[in-house]
């Protein structure tokens, strides 16, 4: 053999037919089982291979390489060591519980591997010892020669030897809205993937004809094979919400270990107590200063997110891509099924007398046919436009699809194209099936790749010559060179305007439609269909600009992320003209310039950085091409949330922030790539998602500012009384009652809240902004030294008035309970007032959890069992009392520190 395909460049589409056969020493019967056998040895199975990925226990020990985890498993073991086991014990539920989530979510983006694995053909029809053998698909080897069908799955990369009409869907692979008329003259050698038409790529669709061809690649080296392989080299991205968690872990860390480490320190070599004494206050510090009820409560929110998306068609597969969505900033998406309906649809007629707008979208026969803006009545074409009414007639005769109503959809049985002709025909008011009954075929050339063309016969009507009336569609210089007249608006003959037909033919192209051509005859006998004899001389009726148009809702979303600062990019493996005609409709801007895959190819990484930049439309782009772009972007430190459904966009779905599979129309190895996926393939699901992952980190920094406080206030209490040599004011099993009930309890509340006003009419916040922001931060450290005075405060006025140590701990604990509820109603609006009818009313949720806490603090109160875990006392209703107005006073104050912020525009 003369040359090893799995090694040598993907060029075969620049090789003649022959060149390819004598390069794989085969020929047109294909290889001998013997020589197929010794291939098979040296280049293996036709399979891809999978890489193991970590087993069971190595994901469950990685979740443990978290810090927060880590501090976490330090307050199992110090709570474990002063002798509360039952704290303890929730404490390691909730490391459990976090680690348990990690598990299953972890992993499942290289399930894409083995869902590309399954596209490629279980079987193939293999030339063999000069005979058709049906053989396994893997044991296919290069230098076979493969027979294929309409409804085959190609099992390799095949150049091919014969084609008869045949044409290859492969949007899965290209992103190509249309199957693809393929064809045996070789290509230029660098022609992007989706014009490769002397080839066929494993795992793509035959919808039409037949072939042979001939084996280049089989395995990882075929085109499926490169994008698994693409696959394993795409390192999963971390998201922003890790991140922030990650920083605020390691932030936490550090202030608990040095206040502990100081405090220790303190008491032992200043204030000279106990070494032993001093263990248990560190801890105790540690303790108070650990807010262990935040890992459960970010899974919530989180938890919470994905079902607010789910309502609105966005099915979340990993957690933290909730949030990500958030902080995106910018979209990349495909243009087939996303941004379009990925229904061909008829938008304009061309008539030698003018222009027929045609509104509607998809398959539906909904719209309205408009000249001049003069509305066409469908029962009323015969007189008004009776040239429309014969190229209607046309469409819907001179067509093999089929179009029924299925659940409130139309449903299309044949060619995307052809399903587009016959809505036309049903917007003229005509009946196909009706139509096709009165006027029965007798004669048909189908279409073939040589002639580009489809014809039907029909008996003629009565008062016509005998004969066949013969209807024809196609290629439009095809159909313009067979021609030799025109129907005009009124019904008559005249000779063909052909410089009319190519102005108008170059206007549609250059709107991105594609130009089907229309036009009738007559023959004498139908035989005369078999040679194609007669079939010229005919009169053009007219054109059709056909394309697939943008959805509505995506044209509104497009403008809604604009006004959010989100950038949206297409990136199609379609062709220029298309995309950027599409673009334009969406309202992504005027006159935009397609940057192609060849443009890309001879970038380098820092001339595309730029690029990235200033353009917002690719075309023809391949999977490499898609990853590059993604990491372009992400190198100038961009959120890029990408959209795919084909095979093609797997890798670049796996290295985006969020990817983002279509649901109905994606192949699975999309939908396994992604972190979301859409279930009705629609952008304006991408719009509210984001919406809710701003929703979802808005109620994250909530719910931070929230906790981080009371154990702010906790901490600085013990640090307080180690200081000035005081007995602690709260024990710290009565801290780990408050941070695991009560705080968790309220804080849970907080991720229910709905989304505030103008979220979408806020720029993305900064990819690098931490969880803590200054404002939060100087919030913290003002709520902190609130509690902390409220507590200490407490404490020191119950002991001044004569009560024993328990109860003043007691009315310290109830206090700071009543300040993190009055609290509750302050963060909800972490600058916007309060007091208004609804921040004092709240959600039912915020009644609900607050009544729960007044419940539980009642029990930790007055419960005996509850003072002898807890070691409380009883209070009386007027230190009951006075514990609320304390809760109250720091609501106020909280409410006076806003209106400074909001007057002085301090943030």
């Known amino acids: ?134 053989i396994d698909a893997a044991d296919l080897v290069p230098g076979d020669v493969v027979q294929v069908a309409s409804g085959d799955s190609l099992p ?45 790529y494993a795992g793509t669709l035959v919808t039409q004809g037949q072939a042979r061809g001939v084996v280049v690649a089989t395995a990882s080296g075929t085109e499926m094979g490169r994008i698994g392989r693409l696959l394993e080299s795409v390192e999963q991205v971390t998201t922003p919400l890790v991140r922030n968690m990650g920083q605020l872990a390691r932030w936490i860390t550090f202030a608990v270990v040095a206040a502990a480490a100081a405090l220790f320190a303190f008491g032992t070599l200043v204030r000279g107590m106990p070494v032993a004494e001093m263990f248990m206050t560190a801890v105790g510090l540690a303790v108070a200063a650990i807010p262990e009820g935040m890992p459960a409560i970010m899974s919530i929110t989180l938890a919470i997110g994905v079902q607010r998306m789910a309502s609105r068609n966005a099915v979340i597969r990993r957690l933290p891509a909730v949030e990500t969505l958030g902080s995106v900033t910018v979209i990349c998406s495909d243009k087939t099924g996303t941004l379009t309906r990925n229904e061909m649809t008829v938008q304009q007629v061309v008539l030698a007398g003018g222009v027929v707008d045609v509104e509607g979208a998809g398959y539906a026969p909904e719209g309205a046919l408009r000249r001049d803006g003069h509305h066409l009545q469908p029962a009323e074409l015969f007189r008004e436009a009776p040239v429309l009414l014969a190229l209607a007639e046309a469409a819907a005769l001179c067509n093999d699809a089929g179009l029924h109503p299925e659940a409130g959809l139309w449903q299309l049985t044949g060619d995307p194209t052809e399903g587009a002709l016959l809505t036309l025909a049903m917007k003229a008011g005509i009946d196909p099936v009706e139509l096709a009954r009165e006027r029965p075929r007798t004669g048909a050339i189908p279409f073939e790749s040589e002639h580009r063309y489809m014809a039907t016969a029909h008996a003629a009507a009565e008062g016509e010559p005998a004969g066949h009336d013969l209807l ?25 305007d052909d410089a009319h037909w190519q102005r108008a033919i170059d206007e549609q192209a250059r709107a991105g439609r594609r130009v089907l051509a229309l036009a009738r005859g007559h023959v004498d006998a139908v035989s005369a269909l078999d040679s194609r004899s007669g079939v010229d001389g005919l009169t053009l009726l007219g054109l059709v600009g056909i394309i697939d148009p943008p959805r509505q ?18 990136i199609t493996g379609d062709h220029a003209v298309t995309a950027s005609a599409i673009a334009t409709q969406l309202g992504m801007g005027e006159n935009l310039r397609a940057v192609t895959g060849p443009e890309i190819e001879a970038m380098d990484d820092q001339a595309l950085r730029q690029v990235v930049l200033e353009a917002d439309v690719f075309a023809r782009a391949s999977p490499e091409h898609k990853l590059r772009l993604v990491q372009a972007l992400q190198a100038r430190g961009e959120v890029v949330a990408m959209t795919g459904d084909g095979v093609n ?39 509210h998602a984001v919406e809710e992952g701003r929703t979802v980190y808005d109620n994250l920094r909530k719910t931070v500012t ?107 604990v109830n206090t700071l309970v009543a300040m993190e509820v009055f609290y509750l109603f302050s963060v909800r609006y972490l600058k916007a007032p309060s007091f208004t009818l609804a921040g004092v009313q709240g959600t039912p949720r915020v009644l609900m959890a607050v009544g729960v806490v007044i419940v539980l603090q009642a029990l930790f109160t007055y419960a005996p069992f509850m003072q002898l875990w807890f070691g409380t006392r009883a209070l009386e209703p007027g230190q009951v009392l006075l514990c609320a107005l304390v809760g109250l006073t720091v609501l106020v104050l909280l409410e006076g520190e806003k209106w400074v912020v909001r007057q002085r525009k301090l943030v």
Not at 86 to 113: F, M
């Open 706 to 812: 929230f906790l981080l406080p009371i154990n702010g206030g906790e901490s600085m209490s013990l640090l307080v009384a180690v200081l000035f040599g005081l007995a602690l004011p709260i024990m710290p099993v009565q801290i780990l009652w408050v941070n695991m009930v009560s705080s968790v309890a309220l804080a849970m509340v907080l991720a229910f809240e709905p989304t505030e006003p103008g979220v979408m009419k806020r720029a993305p916040r900064p990819p690098g902004e931490p969880m803590l922001s200054p404002f939060v931060i100087w919030r913290i450290l003002l709520v902190s030294t609130l509690f902390s005075l409220g507590i200490f405060g407490m404490y020191q006025w119950s002991l001044a008035s004569g009560a024993p140590v328990e109860e003043a701990r007691t009315m310290a």
């Open 553 to 570: 809702e995506a044209i509104e979303a497009v403008a809604q992320c604009k006004e959010a600062g989100i950038r949206v990019k297409m």
């Open 649 to 687: 966009d797997a890798p670049a779905l796996k290295q985006a922030d969020v990817g983002v599979a279509m649901g109905r129309k994606g192949t699975e190895a999309a939908k396994q790539a992604g972190a979301i996926v859409l279930a009705d393939d629609n952008f304006a699901s991408i719009a």
């Open 156 to 200: 390799a990369d095949l150049r091919w030897l014969q084609i008869n009409n045949l044409r290859v869907d492969e949007s899965a692979l290209t992103g190509e809205s249309v199957p693809v008329e393929k064809a045996l003259a070789p290509v230029a050698v660098d022609a992007a993937l989706g014009d490769r038409l002397s080839m066929g």
């Open 472 to 496: 024809l569609k196609g290629a439009p210089e095809r159909v313009l060179a067979m021609c030799s007249h025109q129907l005009t608006d009124d019904g008559q003959t005249v000779p063909l």
């Open 1 to 134: 053999m003369k040359t090893s395909p799995q090694t040598e460049p993907a060029d075969w589409h620049r090789l003649s037919p022959e060149q390819a056969l004598e390069q794989l020493d085969s020929s047109p019967r294909g290889l001998s089982t013997a020589e197929a056998t010794v291939r098979l040895q040296r280049h293996g199975p036709n399979r891809l291979e999978m890489t193991e990925g970590p087993g069971l226990w190595r994901r469950v020990l990685a979740q443990f390489n978290n810090l927060l985890i880590m501090v976490l498993l330090a307050a199992v073991v110090v709570t474990a060591l002063i002798g509360h086991l039952l704290d303890s014990a929730v404490i390691l539920a909730v490391v459990l519980l976090n680690v348990s989530i990690g598990v299953l979510q972890e992993g499942k983006a290289e399930k894409a591997l083995a869902a590309i694995r399954h596209l490629l053909s279980p079987h193939a029809n293999v030339w063999r010892d000069g005979r058709l053998q049906d």
